[in-house]
């Protein structure tokens, strides 16, 4: 079966500190990957999704940057987070099947700016 | 924005009481899923329901979607005090390829 792995869960960070994420995904092969944002109480924001290694798009201009390294490794960075980086950050993987976009979710990272 | 919105955007109920939660939409789409999630947690997939199809269930669940009126609805049936969470809707916009559109979400409280 497959799973997909965030960490940290949480991570409290000053401003202008730089950032990493990661998310990795286990059990199948060529994943479609995507980084979410969820502020408190809202819907999620599409930050970047890839559809293979060192294949990304950006949804939004922003301070972050995303890079995929490996087939079923996705990783969010930043050089100097921001005070609005604060969220909720959610890695979901899909597969590379037509007309089956189910997106599968990892737990989330809290990340708190300070 | 082809953001999704639902309706309402909270819904408190009592245990045994059946919930519905309303989805709109603004683009044509391939389909259209529900997902849930509790609090501080991942989203979990619920249900898909693709354009071509007007009424789908899966347990409690029943999910109906409109194409001309750009809307959808999810209904829980006997509600549990474990059904309470937040219920997003998401679309598949025709041209969007695996890209999803979440909607703004519903937060269900099941009372016992």
């Known amino acids: 079966s497959q799973t997909i792995h965030q960490w940290p869960a949480t991570l409290v960070q000053p401003v202008g500190s730089p950032l990493s994420l990661e998310c990795t995904v286990e059990?199948?092969?060529?994943?479609?990957l995507y980084w979410y944002r969820q502020a408190a109480g809202r819907g999620l924001q599409l930050l970047f999704y890839?559809?293979?290694?060192?294949?990304i798009s950006s949804e939004v201009p922003q301070n972050l940057s995303a890079s995929r390294p490996q087939d079923r490794q996705f990783i969010l960075s930043s050089k100097k987070l921001l005070l609005s980086d604060s969220g909720f950050y959610l890695c979901?993987?899909?597969?590379?099947?037509?007309?089956?976009?189910?997106?599968?979710f990892g737990p989330g990272t809290r990340l708190t700016v300070l | 924005s082809q953001q999704g919105e639902e309706d309402p955007q909270a819904l408190s109920i009592q245990e045994g009481e059946n919930a519905t939660m309303n989805c709109s939409y603004k683009?044509?789409?391939?389909?259209l899923q529900w997902y849930r999630q509790n609090s501080g947690r991942g989203l979990v997939h619920l249900i898909l329901?693709?354009?071509?199809?007007r009424e789908k269930h899966s347990g409690r669940l029943r999910v109906t979607l409109d194409t001309s009126k750009k809307s959808s609805s999810l209904l829980i049936t006997a509600s549990r005090a474990a059904d309470t969470a937040s219920y997003f809707c998401?679309?598949?916009?025709?041209?969007?390829?695996?890209?999803?559109?979440f909607g703004t979400g519903t937060q269900l409280k099941v009372e016992l």
């Open positions: 979901a993987w899909s597969a590379q099947i037509t007309g089956r976009n189910e997106q599968f």
């Open positions: 059990g199948t092969s060529n994943p479609n």
């Open positions: 890839s559809i293979g290694i060192d294949q």
């Open positions: 683009t044509s789409i391939n389909n």
């Open positions: 329901i693709r354009s071509n199809e």
């Open positions: 998401a679309t598949a916009f025709t041209g969007g390829g695996n890209k999803l559109t």
